[in-house]
């Protein structure tokens, strides 16, 4: 199977479902035992899922520390994953390790203790994201918390459940105009 009949086929997969599971650190995934849905998961020839979707959420992670090694223990195609459900975590950050996953549309991190504001700017690397869940955190208490993330995410569909309609751009972005200076270019004097 190519890689374009891979991700044609794989959309369709179960996820990789770790809900639940009182799960403190990645590497605990490796020994744990995914929930089974309704359809079972396909696995490859080396026995790693086929899945693009890994659901993290309702656990106790505080960090994504070896998240990578992990993922690729657990996936045939992580480079593929496109659904990533860290709910109801104790994660503080948005750790940089998510930004790797290129083909990433979906990220869940709602529910947990995230605290700054300006953790959202790692994410405008990702090419691809189209929905991604904030509530439930410290930040959501900002002032300009939704038209921040809408400003440095200007391709998402879908935040925080709700759609992200044309009204939505326009006040973000009179929201970015009368909040967000514009970076000053410093022009060395004796360059001239």
Partial sequence: MNKQDYMNTSVQEPPL???FRSIHVTQDLL???PRTGLRPLRHAKSGKSMS???WLNNNVLNDLRDFNHVVSQLLEHPE???WIDLSFNDLTSIDPVLTTFFNL???YLHGNSIQRLGEVNKLAVLPRLRSLTLHGNPIEEEKGYRQYVLCTLP???TFDF???TKADRTTAEVWKRMNIKPKKVWIKHNAL
Avoid: H, P
Wanted: aromatic share 4%; net charge negative; glycine share 4%.
């Fill in 17 to 19: 479902d770790y809900s």
């Fill in 31 to 33: 020994s744990e035992e």
């Fill in 52 to 54: 693009q979707s890994l």
């Fill in 80 to 82: 593929n994953l496109a």
């Fill in 105 to 107: 549309s979906v990220l």
């Fill in 155 to 157: 391709r998402i569909t």
């Fill in 162 to 164: 709700s759609g992200v």
